[in-house]
C-alpha cells in the first residue's frame, strides 16, 4: 500500500511549505482541482524542485466526451503526471479513448462513488445504492481498461475480489479526526484490511502540529 499525500491549502506557499517538511518520505503527491486551478503548470514543476522523486497524482476527475476526455488526457501525460482519475461513469468508449493514450506510462484510476456521497446522496442520482453501483462502475472501468479504481475503503475488498483492478482509497482518518465533509471513511488500518493499494489523505496531515509524525504513524500501519 502507498501513501499519497492530497495538497488541498488555501496558497501554493502553504502547499509547498508543507511538502517540504515532508521531502524524505516516500509518499505520492496529490494535486487536485483547487490547486491545479490556481497554481497550475508551474506548481508541479515545484513540487519536482523539492524532491524530484515524488509521483504526482493530478486529480481533475476528468469526465466529458470521448475525444476531449482523450485529448485532455493527452495533455496531463504531457505534463509529465504519474496518475490521473476520470470518472467511471463517462462510460466504456471514454476510458478506452483515454487508455490509448496512456497506456503503460500514465497509471488512470477512474472515480466510482464519491465519498462525500451517501445513499441518501447517491440514489436519487445513480438510481441505485453506493454498494452495488460501485461494483457495477468497477466493472465499467475494468472493460474500459483501466488500471483501477477510486473508491471508499467501504467498497475496495469486494470490488478487489470482482476484478483486477486496483483501488485508491479517499476518505482516510484516525478516530480521533472530525470526518468533514466525507462520510464514508476509514482508518488507515481499516483501508489496508480492504486491500486497498492507494490511501490519500489530506486534513489528518496538514492539521496536525506534526505533520511528520503522522505521515509516519500511517506508513508504520500500511507498510
Not at 111 to 136: C, E, Q, R, W
Amino acid at each position: 500500500m502507498e501513501l499519497a499525500l492530497a495538497l488541498d491549502l488555501p496558497s501554493k506557499e502553504a502547499n509547498l511549505a508543507l511538502l517540504s517538511k515532508l521531502r524524505e518520505y516516500p509518499i505520492w503527491v496529490k494535486v487536485g482541482l483547487r490547486s491545479f486551478i490556481r497554481d497550475g503548470k508551474g506548481f508541479l514543476d515545484e513540487v519536482k524542485s523539492i524532491n524530484p522523486n515524488f509521483k504526482i497524482f493530478l486529480d481533475l476527475k476528468l469526465y466529458d466526451i470521448p475525444n476531449t476526455m482523450k485529448t485532455a488526457a493527452q495533455e496531463c501525460k504531457d505534463l509529465g503526471v504519474d496518475m490521473i482519475t476520470i470518472h467511471a461513469s463517462s462510460g466504456i468508449e471514454a476510458m478506452r479513448e483515454v487508455m490509448s493514450v496512456a497506456q503503460d506510462s500514465l497509471l488512470v484510476f477512474a472515480v466510482t462513488a464519491l465519498t462525500s456521497f451517501d445513499d441518501a446522496g447517491f440514489m436519487p442520482i445513480y438510481n441505485a445504492p453506493i454498494h452495488s453501483h460501485a461494483k457495477t462502475l468497477a466493472l465499467l472501468a475494468q472493460e474500459g481498461g483501466c488500471h483501477g479504481i477510486v473508491c471508499s475503503p467501504l467498497e475496495s475488498l469486494e470490488i478487489k475480489t470482482s476484478t483486477s483492478l486496483k483501488t485508491l482509497t479517499p476518505g482516510i482518518r484516525f478516530e480521533q479526526n472530525a470526518s468533514g465533509d466525507q462520510k464514508r471513511i476509514a482508518t488507515p488500518r481499516d483501508a489496508k484490511k480492504a486491500q486497498a493499494d492507494y490511501i490519500v489523505v489530506g486534513r489528518p496531515i496538514y492539521e496536525a502540529q506534526s505533520p511528520q509524525e503522522v505521515v509516519s504513524q500511517i506508513l508504520e500501519e500500511i507498510l
